[in-house]
């Protein structure tokens, strides 16, 4: 039986120079999320309501289906970390992993059908 | 599994309730709830692809009393959200760590929060 302390079987091994990934990447999409987040609010304020047909254009415009990917892409993937984060500090055990692995689920199923919409709309106006 | 008795962190059962933790929390809880919103974003754009009946069927839910009141709540969660976030970038780099200029900074980010929701709803329901 050794008599040495967790901390001092960690202290002298360095850092594990990974882990920092889900960090940065919160941060980055944070970033994005800024201009992104205020264009699509202030793009909704001005959409007029209810018609179909005007937003199906609105969607198909280019600069707006790249911005929209760009929006499902960081608010999907800032979400899911971010959900991570709490599933880690709150929910334990196997309950904890079952949770892990569907947030993850719905948010992989969440960015493919925003994409996939986005696209399949945009290439739909066109015809 | 081993630890599932283990107490859970952030013991929100704990802590005296002062404004920085008050806060901290509630940039948590708008989180989760822009998750809901980024499942309502892709429903939305799902529902413009699936063509005009399913988007006024989605466009008449989001009109409900009880769609409005989710729009106006995501509305405030998406500007505290993002003022929190950028008190957080702020401390990332160092910024605002004094006792009273993160209680100050607090206060301001519930304000612009507040303001901003308030502001855009103005908008809505004059528009």
């Known amino acids: 039986m050794s008599l040495q302390s967790p901390l001092g079987k960690a202290l002298g091994h360095g850092s594990a120079k990974t882990g920092l990934d889900h960090w940065l990447a919160q941060r980055s999409t944070a970033i994005a999320l800024v201009p992104l987040g205020l264009w699509f609010t202030v793009s909704l304020l001005l959409l007029p309501h209810g018609s179909h047909e005007f937003v199906v254009a609105w969607v198909a415009e280019p600069l707006n289906a790249i911005l929209l990917i760009l929006l499902v892409i960081a608010l999907v993937y800032h979400s899911m970390v971010g959900l991570q984060v709490i599933v880690e500090d709150y929910v334990q055990g196997g309950l904890g992993y079952l949770t892990m692995i569907t947030v993850q689920f719905v948010h992989i199923l969440l960015v493919v059908a925003g994409i996939y919409s986005i696209i399949v709309i945009s290439l739909g106006a066109g015809q | ?127």
């Open chain 2, 1 to 127: 599994m081993a630890h599932s008795d283990r107490p859970l962190s952030p013991h929100l059962a704990i802590y005296r309730w002062k404004i920085s933790n008050t806060l901290s929390i509630i940039h948590r809880m708008t989180g989760v709830a822009l998750s809901f919103g980024a499942l309502a974003l892709v429903s939305w754009l799902l529902s413009i692809l699936a063509g005009q009946g399913y988007y006024s069927l989605v466009n008449d839910l989001f009109d409900s009393f009880i769609g409005r009141f989710a729009l106006f709540g995501w509305t405030f969660c998406f500007f505290y959200h993002l003022s929190n976030g950028i008190r957080h970038m702020c401390w990332d780099v160092g910024k605002g760590f004094d006792r009273l200029q993160a209680q100050q900074s607090g206060i301001l980010v519930l304000a612009v929060a507040l303001i901003l929701t308030v502001g855009l709803w103005a908008i809505v329901l004059a528009g």
